[in-house]
């Protein structure tokens, strides 16, 4: 084995403990499977809480159903049922944007596919420092519990938005949330520990630990946005870790950053939350491009459209997006002649989206194209993402901001590129890596039906919400029937909700399909969706180490339908004239490596 | 849900702002609108005549860069132009406050709307200015000029028939103007989350003739509790 | 199959050995970090001139002046702590680290001092509690900048301090690890990437004196 690939730090795969083998583990895979459950349980979390807003938007202030079994902090009992309390309204919002950012997103494209696919995708034996890549899942699990824990402590959870804009957020004076906030600050502080862990792993075992002949320009596109957002994150987190602790100073000991009644300055808060969140919002993309564009190529047998300017656009957006942050502040106070210098960068990052849109759409122009749960999803997230892409432009033009700012239209904009973006090309990936993660398939019908029916109920429940924003319904609000004006939007809510709870409801159907194929899902070959990519030259699911040898990289991730081979994909592997076949040698095991 | 509730136009405006906004708001509308269509159009197109049959294989094409430049430059000169062109209208709404505006300060805290008005002797900040609870009163047809401030959390002045949004920062004094082009009631509504009663934090905006506000105002002034020695 | 091409080395990336590559990494995070505390006290401090003081008025210039002298020597040890492993010369290793750790404990013990005294006169970072007055000024005298200042100055030192700490501990474990012989002039990476840490703070603590103490 090449001298580099013992750079993993493994000394004997010989008998690993139990403990150490899923608990305290080492391994990229099984870390990655780690993540995958923790953040998949928090996105449930997260969409419980957002079942409670909609109720409460749906119906106000009439008795939530269940609502009884919540203490008296959060409902006020009366005796035909419990009403929700707006200081409850606001934690959910906080808690379910934080959560589905912070704990849900995040950790499923980073924690798991940066640790699944990197190693795999570069031909490494595992991360470069196993060890730190440990110590990140254990500090994400403490920051989780934490931010859970705020909901039962006195006061409640965090209720200042996700954003926790001061000085409301500097002081329990202004919310009567004194712990929960400061709850929130810790566990954020220490998620941002583990994911900067987490990137500098990524970063170095992407430079340093790819396989002979992967050079940057063979590098799959999936392992390319991983590449950057882990960059991203190594700039970005250490900007926000910085604000949390200030802000933490502000609450606790009594110091005056956000303050203003003692001399502080609420905006520096914002600029520097924003400075951090614009890049962040990006770190929520990126890998979804690059997921994206692993399963189109494939399910298209088509070479991916534009390869080097896909990479340049990932690159284009990694820079450009550290310049725009300002597009959050046109209404803040902010001096409004950076009005349109922010307005302008804003515009220019919306091109690179565009690049990758197009040539997207290009991939698929005579192609032949396979339909299967994974290309659906990935389809959808081509799809959503332009809606969502589009809804930005109207926000990033400051005149029309200053009227749709803070209202629904934001929140529309929010879940078309997160949800109808990023969670769609999650449910691509899982579909698509599932074999590779456990050795059998998902099922095909029920995958078809779960996708079908959350995309429908998706739209019917995102898509109105531009038209609330544009009658003016402004966001963060517990009972819009308090303005006269919004009152006749209550059919409309009312509507939304009702697809808010179909839509929960249908993705139980993913969650019995996830457990299901688990078990008894059909056993899947060492590479089921004929891809070139190293991943899939190694068994299902790849034993501790991965690569039996060193693999030897000949060509670029996406030649499929070449030429060269008789089949329809051209693994990386292949030596060039070998490609008759197109079938790699199968890889043997070493042996004491079955687990 | 009734669909009549339904529609991409923007609610009906009453202020100088007005068609700045909003035409600016479709001609977005039509940008993305056509990108929309097309875009999802071929999407759908190439789903369907490239789906999968037996026996089809799909061209080896690694890209084409003259394509690409084409599909790069063509957003770019769009968007690029789009933010000069609103330029203008950022400036005029945001910056530049006409002269011989009407001034008044706004005050927000937890969770209420305060309008401080200049009483007989025209100057704010004089011991005859006096207050209005969640009420802004101003006149047609001029410009108003609100000291935007705040005194405990952020807050944001939404006057949606206006085309008004501005947050109020504790410790700040931000220029607000707007000259509303019709009498009647409007809404004022804070956007920013500022706590427990965020959603209570409403009032009505009054325009008045400039004779009825001429009325209004010194009817006020005569209400206004006089200072204690 | 032996590679053949230039792009088919044996090893695609490997320039420089993992842990040091990291630790080059790590540091870039670090400079983010500390680029955020100073912006945000450049910008504090355009906005409100008024809330700081001119140098040497409230704090005590000579003294953290001597104190950075202190820690740039530590960085000249670290690196002949480092000359001396790349010799094979376990001695000199040893003594050289233990010139590191007291010179880098003796600058947090200066820094603990300077907190003490600072805060006796009223630099505090707490807002609602800061009446600092000039140095030698009697009691009761006029309070000199504002809560911003006590906040900005604690936190950006403190932080300071506490990469030092941080740094003064694992200096110890090098130490402890150097006694047990696991460092050679064949492997030395554990004591590059401690001297990498090492000069990275030093550096951060010149640029911090600078804009705190003498600007
Ligand atoms: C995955 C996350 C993600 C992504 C990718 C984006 C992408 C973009 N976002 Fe969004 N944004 C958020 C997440 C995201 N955003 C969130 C969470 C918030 C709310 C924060 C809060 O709580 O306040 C927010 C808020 C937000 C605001 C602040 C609104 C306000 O508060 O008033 C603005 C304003 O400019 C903005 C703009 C944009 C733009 C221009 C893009 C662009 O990158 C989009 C580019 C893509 C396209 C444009 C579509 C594809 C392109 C084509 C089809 C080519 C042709 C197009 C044209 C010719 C127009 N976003
Ligand atoms: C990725 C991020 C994400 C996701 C997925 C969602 C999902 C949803 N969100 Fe939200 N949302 C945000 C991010 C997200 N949201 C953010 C950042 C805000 C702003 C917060 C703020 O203002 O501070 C926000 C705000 C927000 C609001 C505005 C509240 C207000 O301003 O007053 C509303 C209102 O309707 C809402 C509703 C919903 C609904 C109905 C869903 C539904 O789609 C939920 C559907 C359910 C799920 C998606 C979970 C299903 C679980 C699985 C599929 C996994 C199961 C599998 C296994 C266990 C194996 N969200
Ligand atoms: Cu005031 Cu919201
Ligand atoms: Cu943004």
């Keep these: ?595 | 849900m009734n669909w009549g509730d339904w529609s991409w136009m923007m609610p009906e405006g009453f202020s100088t702002f007005t068609a700045e906004v909003d035409s600016l708001y479709y001609l977005i509308l039509w940008i993305t609108g056509v990108t929309f269509f097309a875009t999802e159009a071929l999407l759908i197109y190439f789903i369907v005549r490239y789906r999968h049959k037996e026996g089809r294989k799909a061209t080896y094409d690694h890209g084409s860069t003259k394509m690409e430049v084409v599909w790069t430059a063509i957003p770019l000169l769009i968007l690029i132009g789009l933010g000069a062109l609103s330029k203008g209208a950022w400036d005029r709404m945001k910056i530049d406050v006409p002269a011989g505006a009407m001034e008044i300060i706004v005050t927000a805290k937890q969770f209420e709307w305060n309008a401080t008005y200049p009483g007989p002797d025209g100057a704010l900040g004089t011991a005859d200015d006096f207050d209005v609870l969640n009420q802004i009163h101003a006149p047609v047809d001029q410009p108003v000029w609100i000291h935007l401030r705040a005194e405990d959390v952020l807050h944001s002045l939404f006057l949606p028939e206006m085309r008004v949004k501005q947050d109020a920062v504790p410790g700040r004094d931000i220029p607000v103007w707007f000259e509303a082009m019709a009498t009647g009631d409007y809404t004022i509504g804070c956007a920013e989350l500022c706590g427990i009663g965020h959603t209570t934090m409403n009032g009505t905006l009054t325009i008045h003739s400039a004779a009825d506000f001429q009325a209004w105002a010194s009817a006020r002034a005569e209400q206004r509790p006089q200072p204690q020695p | 199959m032996t590679p053949t091409t230039a792009d088919r080395a044996p090893m695609a990336g490997m320039k420089v050995y993992n842990l040091k590559l990291g630790m080059w990494v790590f540091l870039l995070s670090e400079v983010m970090f500390f680029t955020g505390l100073i912006g945000a006290y450049i910008i504090l401090r355009f906005a409100h001139p008024e809330a700081f003081a001119e140098p040497g008025v409230v704090l005590n210039v000579p003294l953290t002046a001597f104190n950075t002298f202190v820690l740039i020597c530590s960085s000249v040890t670290m690196v002949k702590a480092f000359a001396a492993i790349e010799q094979g010369d376990q001695q000199g290793l040893q003594k050289w680290l233990l010139a590191t750790i007291l010179l880098g404990a003796f600058f947090v013990g200066v820094q603990i001092v300077e907190y003490t005294i600072l805060t006796g006169e009223g630099f505090v970072p707490m807002a609602e509690s800061y009446h600092a007055i000039a140095r030698g000024a009697a009691e009761g005298s006029a309070v000199i900048g504002g809560p911003l200042y006590g906040a900005t100055f604690y936190t950006m030192t403190g932080f300071h301090g506490t990469h030092v700490s941080i740094g003064v501990l694992c200096l110890c474990f090098t130490l402890w690890r150097a006694r047990k012989g696991a460092y050679t002039a064949g492997s030395l990476g554990g004591v590059e990437i401690m001297g990498l840490y090492w000069h990275f703070v030093d550096l951060v603590w010149i640029l911090l004196f600078t804009i705190v103490y003498l600007i």
Aim: proline share 8%; net charge negative.
């Design chain 1, 1 to 595: 084995m090449g001298k580099a690939l013992d750079a993993g730090g493994h000394h004997d795969h010989h008998e690993i403990p139990w403990i150490r083998q899923y608990i305290f583990a080492t391994d990229h895979k099984m870390i990655a499977k780690q993540f995958m459950f923790v953040s998949l349980f928090f996105l449930v979390v997260g969409g419980a809480l957002a079942g409670m807003m909609r109720w409460q938007l749906g119906f106000p202030s009439q008795p939530m159903p269940g609502g009884m079994i919540l203490p008296d902090a959060m409902m006020a009992p009366t005796p035909n049922g419990a009403i929700m309390l707006p200081e409850f309204y606001n934690s959910l919002v906080t808690m379910h944007g934080t959560i589905m950012i912070f704990f849900a997103i995040m950790p499923l494209l980073v924690g798991l596919f940066g640790n699944l696919l990197i190693p795999l995708q570069i031909g490494a034996e595992d991360m470069a420092f196993p060890r730190l890549n440990m110590v990140s899942f254990w500090l994400a699990v403490p920051a989780g519990i934490l931010m859970l824990a705020s909901f039962g402590v006195e006061g409640g959870a965090a209720g200042a938005g996700w954003t926790s804009y001061a000085p409301l957020s500097t002081s329990g004076e202004w919310t009567g949330v004194y712990l929960g906030q400061q709850l929130w600050l810790a566990s954020l502080t220490i998620l941002g520990f583990s994911s900067l862990v987490g990137s500098v792993n990524y970063i170095s075992t992407v430079i340093n630990m790819r396989a002979p002949g992967m050079t940057w320009f063979r590098m799959p596109l999936a392992t390319w946005s991983l590449f950057v957002t882990a960059v991203l994150i190594l700039l970005a987190i250490p900007i926000l870790a910085g604000a949390l602790i200030m802000l933490l100073f502000d609450q606790t000991i009594g110091t005056g950053f956000f303050r203003p009644e003692v001399g502080g300055e609420p905006l520096l808060w914002q600029h520097l939350f924003w400075f951090f969140g614009h890049p962040e919002v990006y770190i929520l993309i990126l890998p979804a491009m690059g997921i994206t564009s692993e399963v189109l190529a494939n399910r298209a047998r088509k070479p991916i459209f534009g390869y080097h300017s896909m990479v340049l656009a990932i690159v284009g957006i990694g820079f450009l997006g550290w310049i725009v942050w300002g597009h959050h502040m046109f209404q803040s106070g902010m001096n409004p002649l950076l009005g349109t210098s922010f307005m302008i960068s804003t515009m220019a990052i919306a091109v690179p989206s565009a690049i990758k849109v197009f040539n997207w759409l290009a991939t698929l122009w005579k192609a032949d194209i396979h339909l299967d749960v994974p290309m659906l999803h990935a389809l959808a997230f081509v799809s959503m993402f332009i809606i969502g892409g589009l809804s930005g432009i109207f926000m990033a033009n400051t005149p029309v901001d200053i009227y749709i700012h803070d209202t629904y239209f934001i929140v529309a904009h929010i879940h078309y590129v997160l949800f109808g973006g990023s969670l769609f090309a999650i449910f691509a990936g899982i579909t698509f890596w599932f074999p590779k993660m456990f050795g059998r398939m998902m099922n095909e019908p029920l995958g078809k039906v779960h996708f079908v029916l959350t995309l429908i109920f998706y739209n019917l429940v995102f898509f109105p919400m531009h038209n609330l924003g544009l009658r003016g319904m402004m966001r963060r609000i517990y009972d819009f029937t308090q303005y006269e004006f919004l009152a006749p939007l209550q059919p409309m809510n009312q509507f939304i909700t009702v697809f808010a709870f179909l839509l929960i409801a249908t993705q139980v159907l993913f969650v019995i399909n996830f457990f299901w194929s688990i078990f008894k899902g059909e056993k899947a070959s060492e590479n089921p969706w004929d891809s070139n990519t190293l991943e899939w030259t190694v068994p299902s699911p790849p034993p501790h180490g991965n690569f039996a040898e060193m693999p030897m990289v000949y060509r670029g991730p996406y030649e499929y339908s070449s030429p060269e081979s008789d089949t329809d994909f051209l693994p990386q592997t292949t030596p060039p004239g070998g490609g008759s076949s197109g079938v790699p040698e199968p890889t043997p095991t070493p042996e004491g490596v079955e687990a």
